[in-house]
Structure formats: C-alpha cells, structure tokens
C-alpha cells in the first residue's frame, strides 16, 4: 500500500478526537448559534447527561439523569430536537418505539451499537483498530463499484443483550 492510499485509509478511519469538555461547550453553543438559538440552562443539562452516559438514553433516561430545576419535561423534547437540527445531538434508530440520543460524534467519539431485540436495549461498544481497517477496505470496495463517496459509517449489532439471554 503507497503512502497516499495509507494516508487516505488513516484520515477516514480517524476517530474523531474527542475535544476537551469546556471546548465541547463552546462548540454547542457555537452550533446553536448558527441556528440563532441560545444555549440555555435546559440544553446545557441535556447535553452534560449526554455526555456522561456510556450509551443513547432516551427521554425518560434523561430526565431521570437532570436535576427537575434544570430540565424540564415539558421543554426537553423540543430542546432536543432544536440540538438535533443543530448537529449537536443524534437520534439513534434501535428496535422498539423508543428514541434514544447520544452526543454527535465529532462531539464524542467514534463506537458502534449492539441492539437488543428482546428488551430494546442499546449500548455502546468501542471499535478496534482491526475492524476500522476491514471497514475501509469495504467502503474503498464500494466506492470503487458505485461511485459514491464514503465519509463516515454506522455499525449496528443486533442480537440478544445478556440479561435476555439469561432470562430465556
Ligand atoms: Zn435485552
Ligand atoms: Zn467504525
């Protein structure tokens, strides 16, 4: 492989560097901003929980998560959809009815997702390096075929969580 493919592979396979929490504030504010919306109380707590939690959570698990003063019920939907609009915050598809959110990756870091079909649960799992290189390997496939230009990915697991399989 030439320096160039190789330089190639790295930049697309890089996970995002996971900036340092007082920039990761500043960054939601500046994409807020872009959408002329203010970074309140509300959103700041949806976004800390957010950040703290080590997978999606969905509404009910946030507001669990928030001091009541902080986030209310009645405004955390629509503050969660403004964060979505702005990029900050991702809706992660799963295999029930529930939506559940995450921090956008540029804002995190770089995991995939095993989703439960028994209980709906989803949970973050880290990539290897191994896996990173076998998933370029198939998006340059791909890019070859169609045409199409890869820039990022998403890889779900979908099975059986271990309180399930110990449940049956
Ligand atoms: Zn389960
Ligand atoms: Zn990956």
Redesign the pocket.
């Known amino acids: 492989m030439d320096a160039g493919v190789a330089g190639n592979t790295l930049s697309w396979m890089a996970a995002p560097q996971r900036p340092p929490r007082a920039e990761l504030h500043d960054e939601v504010e500046q994409r807020l901003g872009a959408l002329e919306q203010r970074y309140t109380t509300g959103r700041r707590a949806i976004v800390e929980i957010l950040d703290a939690a080590d997978r999606p959570l969905t509404v009910p698990e946030l507001l669990d998560g928030a001091d009541a003063r902080s986030l209310a019920a009645s405004s955390a939907y629509r503050n969660l959809n403004v964060l979505v609009e702005a990029g900050v915050v991702h809706r992660v598809a799963g295999t029930d009815d529930h939506s559940r959110f995450e921090l956008a990756e540029e804002l995190s870091d770089h995991h995939h997702h095993l989703l ?6 989803v949970a973050d799992i880290k990539t290897s390096t191994r896996l990173e290189r076998a998933l370029a390997d198939a998006a340059r496939a791909a890019s070859e075929e169609s045409g199409f230009e890869v820039t990022s990915h998403r890889i779900d697991l979908v099975g ?6 110990s449940a049956s």
């Not at 439960?116 to 649960?121: A, P």
């Not at 059986?160 to 399989?165: D, I, K, L, P």
């Open positions: 439960c079909r028994g209980c709906g649960s059986t969580c271990a309180t399930c399989r």
